[in-house]
């Protein structure tokens, strides 16, 4: 009885840690890049908006850049990445 529970334990474990790195990984895919201070630093969208060259999609990193309200000097920055 012990290695069952055990077992199911084990499988529960390893359901929680793939669902965790599943929703890490996640990103947000928009037709128009966000309007300059509306993305948190860090953030990153992938922009489907045909800018890149086939079989690539523009990914877009958030800045936080005093220009658009923020306080550091981190500018947004952009990069055609595979799809």
Not at 12 to 24: E, N, R, T
Not at 60 to 80: A, D, E, M, Y
Request: hydrophobic share 40%; with cysteine; proline share 4%.
């Amino acid at each position: 009885m012990t290695g069952i529970m055990f077992s199911k334990t084990l499988i529960l474990i390893a359901g929680i840690l793939v669902g965790i790195a599943g929703s890490a990984t996640a990103q947000t895919t928009v037709k128009r890049e966000p309007a300059m201070g509306a993305m948190q630093e860090g953030e990153v969208v992938l922009v489907d908006d045909g800018s890149c060259p086939k079989g690539e999609i523009k990914r877009v990193v958030g800045g936080n850049h005093i220009k658009v309200g923020g306080n550091k000097q981190i500018v947004r920055t952009q990069s055609c990445v595979p799809r």
